[in-house]
């Protein structure tokens, strides 16, 4: 196979760029360290041009699925249980993946590994597919050689959050269908139906509520430029979408929804079954306090919660107890975190309470997702029958004034 290297001369760091024909990237770092060289970047495909290159490699997001993370570490975890080298188990996963993305990445870090380097400095240069807890988990793995062990519990915990997330999305779907299909077959109703209204009105001279003129208004508009409107339903909509997804947009749904009845307390949950988890796997793995507080604020993402963390951090430096910052935020984090934390400071297992936690909040969020359907239903239906009830009485009001003439 043939590579494209620039190799970093060590006598006058002088650059070169040249192609290689190696059967393995093992292979070209040899290649390299024979000639007194070091590798500064490497890409397979040497007889393509350039820009093909730069334009074939080009992906959206990592190119690795959470569920192919899940599985890379789950089979390593499993590989290294079993006695195999980590530089063996990582070739058989790469030969084993189908995914291209995830392929290349082993590849180098086997490559990597196979020079002597640390397995979590490999994942360093891969922390839009690893997480800073994914690598903190696995240096603590190497260095008290247990790396099999913190592998599976990574695993656990990534698998528990994806889970979770995954059922808190679905249990979103149906309201969000519902929600989406109101306003769109109420917008068609405003240019199909009521123009036929609103012109025997204007024909019969009929005097008009302000409630009826505001729909009519807003049925001429659309009747007249349909296409605009549903054109500027559908950006709205994929835009709403785009915008949850920056951090300024989640932030400020996670900020209302707070505040919505039960919705708010499953937003609570959530985020603390993820802080103690994170947590609980960190310390558990032999991470250091402070670290694992580091790394947790990372792992929570949403700025409130993160928030909390990052502050308990800076007072446990300063020599406090991790359950006082908690006990200051009853209004994001639930009592019984600060309490369990407490404890666990008592008898010395930190990481066990937080765990015990963990388990809690997941189990409850998990409970409270599947009747999530249920409890939004009626909350949709007095919206839908409030915005009929709304268009039925400003179009049924004139004729009533109407036969009353008559």
Known sequence: MKYRVILKNSSNNSEEKITLDAPSRFAVYAEAEKRGATVVSMREGGGMPPFLSRLSNIQFGSGVKMEERITFTKNLSAMLSAGLSLSRALSVIERQSTNKSLKRIVSD?????????????????????????????????????????????????????????????GAMIYPSIILVAVILIGILMLIYVVPTLSNTFRELGVELPAATKAVIGASDFMASHPILVLTLFGIFVFGFILFTKTRVG???????????????????????????????????????????????????????????????????????????????????????????IAVGEETGKVADMLGQVAEYYETDVEDRTKDLSTIIEPVLMLFIGGVVGIFALSMISPIYSLSDKI
Not at 124 to 134: C, G, T, W
Not at 260 to 283: D, M, Q, W
Not at 288 to 313: C, D, N, P, R
Request: glycine share 6%.
């Open 109 to 169: 870090i086997s490559e990597k590994v196979k020079t002597g380097q640390a397995f979590h400095e490999t994942l360093e240069a891969h922390k839009n597919v690893f997480s800073d807890l994914f690598i903190a988990m696995t240096k603590a793995g190497e260095e008290s050689g247990t790396l099999a062990e913190a592998l599976k519990v990574v695993a656990r915990q990534m698998d528990r959050s994806n889970s979770l997330n995954k059922k808190i999305k």
């Open 250 to 340: 989640a932030s400020m749904m996670v900020g209302i929804a707070l505040h919505v009845p039960v919705i708010g307390n499953l937003v609570k949950e959530t985020y603390s079954a993820r802080a103690a988890r994170a947590l609980a796997s960190l310390l558990a793995a032999g991470v250091e306090m402070l670290s694992a507080l580091s790394i947790a604020a990372e792992v929570v993402g949403e700025k409130k919660f993160s928030k909390v963390i990052t502050e308990a951090e800076e007072r446990v430096r300063k020599g406090e107890s991790l359950s006082a910052t908690f006990n200051d935020y009853p209004k994001l984090y639930p009592v019984f975190i600060a309490d369990m």
